[in-house]
């Protein structure tokens, strides 16, 4: 595998490419959201410029080119994710809402008084609420899985928990956006499975970091937002097994999702177009689509080598540094593009604004895993998050930058 | 925020010294007021704790988890205020808010005592919430010991 030509490939990204308080940005909040690059502008631009209309309804030259391209987007995640059946991926504003689908939707017709979900101390709160929603609505139980001190997951307790026969769905992080623990969904998946529940995962972090083939990581719904990938925002996709959609209800009602509308009832229109009420997010999907067109250019697994390789240099440098506490697992290779850590006493807010004064662009706070600060008796950390566009030099400046923070506080 | 702010104009030793040693920082055990409140953004949050007696803030403690300005601010508010009659703290309020502001009058303004050290902070907007929590908590304080509604 050929390393990544990154000095080319920032040539792509405008963003990346300006000063911020008198220093070159250093964007290092790529977990957040990434960049985005020419190709995916472009399209995005293109696509409104020449082909803009409503899709599936007019009888027209325009809307016929829109639903191909909105279509055609469709078949191109199916691609990604590595499946034959672009029915089965349904278009959603992002991670978040297909987690809500499939928790009102699946969970709604499905759980109640004595079942159980399963899910971590790690996830995001969008993998944590849409649950203790329906879990409140249909009287189900959550159950949750420890964190270790390294940031990863406690496989015996699932076999403990899952002995008990009352799980019906485990919602997992494909990997940790707080610790970039890479969660080994493969064995979950069996686990799980054997136990007679399903898997849903929650790609947000796990899409934009290396090759996903759902039948492979064992998923029965796999949820990412395009944002994280080079994509642009208000857009993602959630992905089920096509049995399992065919037996949900509509999570939304509207215009497109319908077939016959009666006084009293209607009938849905088929897969994937139960769940995509209203006009949808057309320039989102084209736009989503040459991000995936981008990343599957650059080479996926090329991409998770250079993050970890630029988390190894990480952490290298990190170590040595006094007062410094990092979290997640030591094996870079464990991991993706995610250094999170606290320096001293300095509280991460102060850390990232004396960072931003040298133009570096950092997170900081509880990354939305309240959890999961509160598991490591932290009320927040300062992350560092990488991308295929970062180079040694980044992680060069950021170092310096905290020195900066360790004067400051010292 | 403008190129280039030096960073020693928002961390000023004397905030710093607030952050370490917090003052009025504990619990108040025979209390008249308390309050919570909280940065939603950033997860600050600052519990205040006010003596009421005939409308003089007799005595006050706060505690909180946040950042060196939100806490510092804390701290230095309640040195500021204690044994101050409670429209006089309040009206002390509207001055800080207004240093943060950019208010050049209100940054020379011998009455704010050591929150003058915040003035920088008024040149970094995102950081402009956390500096005025403590108020905020007075404030909530304030409302609830005239009895309306929070």
Known sequence: MAPLDVDRLRGDFPALHQDVNGHPLVYLDNAATSQKPVQVLDAVRRYYEADNANVHRGIHELSRRATEAYEGARNRVAGFLGTDDPAEVIWTRGTTEGINLVAASWGGENLGPGDEILLSEMEHHSNLVPWQLVARRTGATLRYLDVSDEGTLNLDQMDEILSGGRVRLAALTHISNALGTINPIREIADRVHAAGALLLVDGAQGAAHGPVDVAALGADFYAFSGHKLCGPTGIGALWGRRELLEAMPPYMGGGEMISIVERDMSTWAPLPHTFEAGTPNISGAVGLAAALDYLEGVGPAAILAHEQALVAYALEQLRPMPGIRLFGPEDPGARAGVVSFLLGDAHPHDISTILDSSGVAIRAGHHCTQLLMRRYGVAATARASFYLYNTRDEVDRLVTSLETVRTIFA | ?150
Do not use: W
């Open chain 2, 1 to 150: 925020m403008t190129t280039d702010v030096p960073l020693t104009s928002l961390y000023q030793d004397l905030i710093l010294d607030h952050y370490r040693k917090p003052r009025n920082r504990g619990t108040l055990p025979d209390a008249t007021v308390e309050v919570h409140v909280r940065n939603p953004t950033c997860g600050d949050e600052i519990r205040l704790q006010l003596l009421l007696e005939d409308g003089v803030i007799a005595d006050l403690r706060f505690e909180g988890e946040g950042c060196s300005i939100s806490q510092a601010s804390a701290s230095m508010m309640t040195s500021l205020i204690r044994g101050k009659p409670l429209p006089d703290a309040l009206a002390l309020g509207s001055r800080f808010t207004e240093m943060m502001h950019a208010d050049a009058d209100a940054a020379t303004d011998g009455s704010l005592r050591d929150l003058r050290a915040l003035a920088g902070v008024a040149r970094f907007p995102v950081r402009v919430r956390c500096a005025l929590l403590g108020f905020d908590a007075l404030r909530e304080a304030a409302r609830q010991s005239a009895g309306e509604a929070p």
